[in-house]
Every structure is written in C-alpha cells, then in structure tokens.
C-alpha cells in the first residue's frame, strides 16, 4: 500500500496535468474482476462461461466510450503500477478472501435457488445501486409474499455487508460505492436473460 | 304520443275484456310509454280471456330504459299464462319473464307476481334461479314510495358479484373477487335507491385482488353480518360482524390469518362520496390469545386510503401470538424480524394529526432473537411515549437475557422517553457474565433528519477471564476483564466503543481501545480494536495454554486487529520481552520446539537435536515475535534480523539457545494449525 501511496505521489502532477477526476486509487479492473467472480459463484455459474455481454444500458452508468476516457487512463495507471510493483503489494490487487466475504458469498448462494423463480417472474428485479427490489408484488403468490419479502431484506443485508466489507477489508471504507456501482453492474451483466433491473435513471428494463 | 300510467290502463282493459266477454282477445299497441324513471318504445299488451274467467297476459316492449339495476333491455317480454283478481290484487303465480337482470343466468326467468292497481303496488317473486353459477331466491315488494328485496343465494361465484354490484350501482373499482359466496339479506329502499341493507355473507375460501395485486387476499373463511343504513345524501352506517379464520390477507405487508376464527367488529359510518369512513367501534378477539379494540377515521388522499386518527386499546394479550401474527410480518428486515416471544402485553396507540401517543405494559416477556444474537428473559416494565408531548418516564427490567454469548443478569432501567430520544434517567447495573456493566448515562437521539447517535458513559466492572474464555471457546484464561467507558456510537449497524477496557492477566495488563462492532446484526460480525499488551508473565502464560514451560516477560501490541467469527483477519502484532526486562529468562526444551515449529524451523540435523534433548531449560537474553496479517498471510519477524532470516530467541547466558526463523511469510491458518498442535502437545516437529 506504501508504494502505491508514493507512486501515485509521484504520479500527482500528471494526473492533474491530464484533468482525471477519478479517484486514482481504486482498481476499478480488478474490482470488476472480483465482482463478475463473486457474482457468478452467487449465480451459480462456473467463472469463465458465458462471459458477458455487458448490456447496453448498465446500471447507475451512462454507456461510455473508451478514447479518452477517465477510466481508461485510470486502467493504463493500474497497469503501471503493476509492472512497477509486484502484484500481492500494490492497490490494483482487490482482497476478497476475509472469512466474512466468503461467508456472505456463500450465503447469498445457498438463497440464490430460491430467489430465483422471482427474478425469472419479475417479481423481484433488481436495483441501479447493486441491491434487489420487489417490484411486482401481484407477481408472487399470497403464501410466498413474506418469504419473498424476507428473501429480499436478508440478500440486500449481505449485499450491504458485502460491499463494506470488501472495501473495510482492503483498507479503504471510502471505496465502500465504487464497489457498490461495480457490483450493480456486475449483478446485471451476469444475470439471465428475461431479468429485471433498474437503468441509469431508474426505469425498470428487461435484460435481453 | 302517449304518457298514460300503463296501471290505470291495463286495469280498464280488464273491465273491458271481461265486460265484454264477446271479445276474447284484445291487442293494444303502442309507440311510447313513459313514467317517472322509465320509458318504453313500441309496447304491445296482449290478453286473451280463458274460459274459467282468468286471463292471459302478454306484455313486450321492443326497447325500454328502465330504473336500476334493470337499465336499458330490448327485446322485453312479460308473459303471464293465467293471471286472476285475487281481491285487490292482479295475481299471476307462474309468469315467464324475458329480461336481462345482472347476473342472472337465465332467459326467461320464471317468476311470480302481483300487483295492486290501487297503489301501484308489485310484488315480485322468483323461487329458484340460477345466477352467478348458484342459485337464487328473491322476494320483492316495488310501490310508488319505496322497495323491498329479500335474498337468499348459495354457491355463488364470488368473481361474477363486482359486475353484479356494478349493475346494481356500487362501483367496486379494479376488484376481483374469488371463491364462493352464501347471501342472505334484505333490502329496502326508495325509488332513488337503497337505503338499507341486512346481510350475513358466508365467504369459505374467499380471495380479493385490487389492482396491482399489493391489496389481496386468498384461501380465507370469512362469514360477515351486519347492517348498513343510509344516514344521509352521502353517509352510511355500517354495523357489521366479521369471523375470519385461514388463508392470507394483504394490504402491502402479508398476514396469515389463524386458524381459529378471530372476531371483528365495526360500527361506524362511511361517506363514499367524500371518501371518508368514521368507524366509532372496532373491536379485534382472537380468543385466548389477542383482545384489541378501538376507533378509526379514514380518508382517502391523492387517491389512496390513508388514515386519519385512530385509537387502539390492546387488552392483555399474549405477545407469542402478537408478535408472530401480527407484527412479524411488519419487522421483516429489521433485528426484530425473527424472534422468539412469550409473555403479556398490553398497550394503547393514539394517532392524529397532532401526534402519536403510546403506551406499552409487558409482563413475564421472554424475546428470543432466533439467530443466536440477544435475548431478555423475565421482561416487564411500563412504557410511555408521545411524538410531540413532554418526555414520560418508563420503566423495564428483565431477570436476565444475553447479548450473543455473553449471559446477561437482571437489571432495571429507569429511562425517560422523549419524542426522538431515550435517555436512561438512574444509574443502571447490567450484569455480564460474573461482571457487570454500571452504565451511568445512556442517550439515544434518532433526529429526524440524521444518524442515530448513542452517549454512553459506563464503568464495566471485573468480568473473569475464564467467563469471557469460556463464552468466546477460548482455552481458559486466568485474570480479569474491566474497564470505563466514556462513550459508544452506533451507525449502521457498527458500534464504536470509546475509552479503554482493561485486562488484568498473567499479571501483566492487556489494554484495549478503538474496539468496533462492524455488523453487529449482520451474518457475520466484525470486531476491530488496538491491543497494548504489557509485561505479561510468560510462565503463567504458558502454563494456560500448555505450550512449554518459558519464564520471563513479553509486552507488545496488536494493532489493527479485525477479527471475524472471533478469529483474527488482519493485524498487526509485535510480542517480546520487554527492554530493561530483569525476569528470570528460561525456556523449556518443549518451548524451544514448539517455537521452531512456529518459525518454520531454525534449527537442524542431528548435532542440534541431540544438544537440544541434552538440556531440559535454556537462558535467553530477548525473545519476540511480529506478524502482519493480510489477506491470509502473516510477515514475520522476530527481536533481530539473523542472516537469511530473523531471532526469534537470542541466548544469553547458559546454557545459551539461539532460535532463527527463516519463514517470512506464513499462511495464517497454516500457523494456527502449528500453534494449535504446538499447544495440543503433540511430540513437536523438530526440522
């Protein structure tokens, strides 16, 4: 961590000279990456398959381009910083290996089964800050209404904890709604076809 | 263009057809009928004399607008096969009607009547008809000054009734309606409409859905009777009973009902054109379990009901049920959502605009949180609190309880109850383990728009570590636990405990500040905190955790500890002896074996195996170990860089042992693992 604070101490006159507003220390790869592989353990799916088709639309983003971007110098950086840094000491490397990650992990996991029907329902859809939503309640049978409610509350608790956590683990609380902004993606990107989620302005869209 | 009262007419066509009794049959046609509230077109009346003296009587009209809930037909036709002068009365037992009523199924109906030309009298019966899928009775009574229906029908189709109602000019809205439906009541009103209605609806499996589907209900047995009368142009008064029992009922949040009937009782009166209901008595029993009554004044704004005042009195009632039927379902996703409860409560609720108002008796109340997380066991106490008035004081004790594994004892808090804030108005003692907490003040403040901030000023008196060991399954420790505590926060589920807590043990001190509860209520919570450790006793030490005899003493600390599930995560932790130490400094043969292990050796090959098992105990000058633990691994050092490596040992003295660690990276469970085996003396792995 030291030497990334001075790398980047080093680097601050050309960040400023280059009018990047991002925050330079949040590895906004390895962030993705950590997210898709949490995400796609919750979903069930093996890493690897389907690798997503990141919807036109993503959640709390506007589309962006690449050329010029902010992001992309950001991406560049990190880079640097690994070549420079070995890789288990430098700030592009995300831990999310606590004992509590791995229990939130599981746990919404073993929920995920049953959540299911109700996101393929439409019932359940979910929202542009990386939580879930009933957003359909005549969708869910009486009986079943309090369990879907219960199933929501407690999944959105863990994915609370777990954007804390991720960022408390890494020893930077503050990175807590980047983490949040990159699962909201994440959720979305690798979540099935026929699923409901919130755009950028909060409309609900079916992801096809 | 004819307005005649069709009455006087048919009567002066009987004296006529049966005056002259050459005449068998008469016909009259005519284009236009009309009379106050309907109108016909292009009527016809038939009859035709029968030889016993009675007549037979047609009546049609091609078009006609008629009063609700008969509106506009064609097409009519009212045939009566032998109709006679029974007194006053045109009397006609079997007629044959062909009109469309709501709901009914069949075309023609069969009916009955008579009628009373005098005052314009009709009476109407229909002795089996089928409507909405069952069958129906119906007796009615129409005069110039009023009407009156008796009903009986069972076996309904509750889903047909909304466009029944709609016809008969209630509109019930986006309402669907399942199940079957018992009816019996009579009506009575004017010919502008109903003005009163007597009923007992028997509803077995009954469901509703209004619009979105968020208002519903299904699977209930409902059996509802009262009374409804018109109080006014737009007032209505309902007096009405209702047994309910099974099934799910929905108005946003979800309730089972139970399976026993529980009995509601309204009275009040309902303004539908102003959208407002004023009910002056309600009343909920479930028997044995749950006694509440009260009143209620609803309004509707922007569309949606919302309440306006209401007063509750909960009678003793059992909190078990209460809670599980009740209020669970609306503490879903709060710590309340799953617990365990029994007990009396009892309490009142005001709400108006001006505020809110409660009270709450509890009385022997047990509250369990299922997952292990707290609990209060023996709870009773009177509590008082108003949205706007002045602060009440209140009053809650408990015989004992536990917050996660650590037993709580009896305590009573005297707390006064503000609008937004509580605030504990006498010095508390809460026991804790063999301990106990003396909390001095206590503030909650929940502003409206903020954080929840928590003052907190409290001594925590001796608590044994053997408790504490034994609660936390940690090898039992001697020595105590103590501390002040100057203040606690508390936001977003993470409890921030200034001040210092201190331990007393192995007859050294071990000091520890910035502890923080992160997730306290979550799957997983984590504790943070900064550990001093000073001049522990290392005999004492090691006689506890049976790890080889050493002797001297080691301070230290352990920084930024997190620990989750009680086990550490990440730290930052230096332990050794401490400068100017002037303990005796010796180390088991069985110490030095065991720290090898830890360091990942030091020693080797047969030379220094033998020397080892040569001596029982060797003489040290310092010895220390560090480790900073992140994501799994532990860097370690020891007192002093070695070549290739770090001391974890320097001699001095004789018989002089050097121990050099050359591992600098561990993984941490894999250290756990040697220490446990280390600790669980196992014949030490000498490399």
Same mark, same amino acid.
């Given at each position: 961590m030291k030497h990334a604070t001075t790398l980047s101490a080093l680097l601050m006159p050309l960040w400023l000279t280059a009018c990047v507003t991002i925050n330079v220390y949040f590895p906004a790869a390895a962030a993705q990456q950590a997210a898709d592989r949490i995400v796609q353990e919750v979903y069930g799916k093996k890493p690897g @398959?389907?690798?997503?088709? @990141?919807?036109?639309a993503t959640p709390g983003t506007e589309p962006r381009s690449d050329a010029g971007h902010p992001l992309t110098l950001a991406r560049v950086f990190v880079a640097t910083l690994e070549a420079v840094v070995p890789p288990a000491h430098a700030a592009a490397n995300l831990n999310v290996s606590t004992p509590a990650i791995r229990a939130l992990t599981a746990s919404m996991a073993k929920r995920q089964d049953a959540l299911q029907p109700y996101y393929a329902s439409g019932a359940v859809g979910m929202t542009r800050d990386g939580l879930i939503t009933v957003r359909n309640p005549g969708a869910v049978a009486l009986r079943e209404r309090n369990q879907v409610k219960q199933l929501v509350a407690d999944e959105n608790r863990d994915r609370n904890a777990l954007y804390g956590e991720i960022a408390k683990a890494n020893g930077h609380p503050e990175w807590e709604s980047e983490i949040r902004a990159t699962f909201a993606r994440s959720w979305v990107s690798n979540a099935r076809d026929g699923w409901w989620y919130q755009d950028g302005k909060g409309n609900w869209v079916q992801k096809k | 263009m004819s307005r005649a009262l069709p009455a006087s007419l048919f009567a002066a066509l009987w004296l006529w057809a049966t005056a002259a009794a050459a005449v068998d049959t008469v016909r009259l046609d005519l284009a236009q009928v009309a009379g106050p509230g309907w109108q016909a077109k292009q009527v016809h009346v038939g009859m035709t004399l029968l030889p016993d003296g009675g007549l037979a009587l047609e009546l049609g009209a091609a078009e006609a607008e008629l009063p609700p809930p008969l509106g506009r037909q064609t097409d009519l036709r009212l045939s009566c096969a032998h109709a006679r002068l029974d007194g006053p009365w045109i009397a006609c037992p079997a007629a044959e009607a062909r009109l469309r009523l709501p709901g009914v199924d069949q075309n023609p109906l069969a009916l009955g009547f008579r009628y009373r030309p005098a005052d314009k009298t009709l009476t109407l019966n229909l002795p089996d008809t089928s409507v909405a899928a069952g069958r129906l009775k119906l007796s009615a009574r129409l005069g110039p000054s009023g009407w009156s229906a008796d009903i009986h029908a069972r076996h309904l189709d509750a889903a047909r009734l909304p466009k029944v109602a709609k016809a008969l000019g209630l509109d019930p809205g986006a309402l669907n309606l399942s199940g079957r439906a018992d009816l019996d009541a009579q009506l009575s009103g004017s010919p502008g409409g109903l003005r009163r209605a007597r009923f007992d609806v028997k509803l077995p499996g009954f469901g509703f859905l209004v619009g979105d589907g968020s208002n519903a209900a299904e699977g209930l047995n409902l059996d509802v009777a009262g009374q409804l009368d018109r109080a006014g142009t737009d007032a209505w008064h309902l007096d009405a009973t209702l047994h309910g029992a099974a099934g799910t009922l929905c108005l946003s949040d979800c309730w089972n009902l139970p399976p026993k009937p529980l009995t509601v009782r309204l009275t009040g009166t309902a303004h539908p054109g102003a959208g407002t209901l004023s009910l002056t008595q309600v009343s909920l029993n479930q028997p044995d379990q749950v006694q509440a009554s009260g009143r209620l004044s609803l309004g509707t704004k922007d569309g949606k009901v919302a309440l306006h005042s209401l007063h509750l009195d909960l009678q003793p009632s059992r909190l078990g049920e209460l809670y599980r039927r009740y209020l669970q379902p609306l503490l879903i996703g709060t710590a309340g959502e799953s617990l365990d409860a029994d007990g009396q409560v009892s309490g009142t609720l005001d709400y108006a605009d001006a505020g809110i108002q409660a009270s709450l008796t509890l009385g022997r109340a047990n509250i369990d949180d299922r997952k292990g997380r707290f609990g209060l066991y023996g709870v009773g106490g009177d509590l008082r609190w108003s949205s706007t008035g002045p602060a009440h004081p209140a009053r809650l004790h408990w015989n004992g309880g536990h917050l996660f594994q650590f037993g709580l004892g009896a305590a009573t808090m005297e707390l006064s109850l503000s609008p937004r804030s509580v605030r504990l108005s006498r010095t508390a003692n809460i026991g804790i383990l063999d301990g106990a907490l003396q909390v001095d003040h206590f503030q909650l403040d929940h502003p409206e728009d903020g954080d929840t901030k928590v003052e907190f000023d409290g001594v925590l008196e001796p608590v044994s570590m053997q408790a504490v060991s034994h609660a936390l399954g940690w090898p039992v420790m001697s020595g105590k636990l103590s501390g002040v505590i100057p203040a606690v926060t508390y936001d977003h589920g993470s409890l921030d405990v200034g001040g210092v807590l201190l331990v007393r043990a192995f007859d050294g001190t071990i000091t520890i500040r910035g502890l923080r509860l992160e997730q306290l209520f979550g799957l997983v919570p984590t504790l943070a905190a900064d550990v001093d450790i000073q001049r522990l006793d290392l005999d004492a030490l090691t006689r506890t955790f049976s790890f080889g005899s050493m002797q001297g003493r080691i301070s230290g600390h352990i920084n930024g500890l997190r620990m989750q599930d009680w086990k550490p995560v990440a730290f930052d932790a230096r332990l050794g002896t401490p400068a100017n130490d002037d303990s005796r400094h010796r180390i088991s043969q069985k110490a030095v074996e065991n720290l090898t292990s830890i360091g990942g050796g030091g020693l080797g090959g047969a030379l220094q195996r033998q020397f080892l098992s040569f001596f029982k105990e060797f003489s040290y000058d310092r010895l220390g170990l560090s480790c900073h633990l992140e994501n799994g691994v532990c860097r370690m050092g020891g007192v002093a860089p070695a070549s290739q490596g770090y001391y974890i040992v320097k001699g001095g003295g004789l018989p002089r042992i050097d121990i050099v660690g050359f591992q600098k990276q561990v993984d941490w469970n894999e250290l756990v693992a040697r220490l446990e085996s280390a600790i669980a003396s196992s014949p030490a792995v000498v490399r």
């Open positions: @398959t389907d690798q997503n088709k @990141t919807p036109a | -």
